[in-house]
Nanobody, 121 residues
C-alpha cells in the first residue's frame, strides 16, 4: 500500500515560517527518484490545489500565490520531499498533502492524512 506521510505543520503567526516534510513508503521507493513530486493544499471551502512541484532533476514550479515564499526540495536518497514556507499569510491556512504528480498537476495516489497549517493574522 502506498503511503505518503506528511508532517511539520502547526500554528504560526503571519510572517512566520514552517518546514513541511513528506516521507514515502517503501512501496514506491523504486519509482520515487524518477517521478515528479508535489505539495498540494486544501483550504476550508476550497478545492485542493497544487502549490509546488519538483521533477527528478530538481527543476521546480510554483503556484503564483506562493512564488517567492515557498521552496520545494527533495532528498532522493531518503525518499523525502520538503516544503519550506516563509512569509506565511493567513490565506496559506490549509491542510497540506504531498503526492506523486502525473500530467503536470494530477495526483497519482490516494491522499494521506496531510498536515494542518494555520496562520493567524
Amino acid at each position: 500500500q502506498v503511503q505518503l506521510v506528511e508532517s511539520g505543520g502547526g500554528f504560526v503567526q503571519a510572517g512566520g515560517s514552517l518546514r513541511l516534510s513528506c516521507a514515502a513508503s517503501k512501496s514506491i521507493f523504486s519509482i520515487f527518484n524518477a517521478n515528479v513530486m508535489g505539495w498540494y493544499r486544501r483550504a476550508p471551502g476550497k478545492q485542493r490545489e497544487l502549490v509546488a512541484r519538483i521533477n527528478s532533476v530538481s527543476n521546480t514550479n510554483y503556484a503564483d500565490s506562493v512564488k517567492g515564499r515557498f521552496t520545494i526540495s527533495r532528498d532522493n536518497a531518503n525518499k523525502k520531499v520538503y516544503l519550506q514556507m516563509n512569509s506565511l499569510k493567513p490565506e496559506d491556512t490549509a491542510v497540506y498533502y504531498c503526492n506523486v504528480v502525473m500530467n503536470w498537476s494530477n495526483p497519482r495516489y490516494g491522499w494521506g492524512q496531510g498536515t494542518q497549517v494555520t496562520v493567524s493574522s
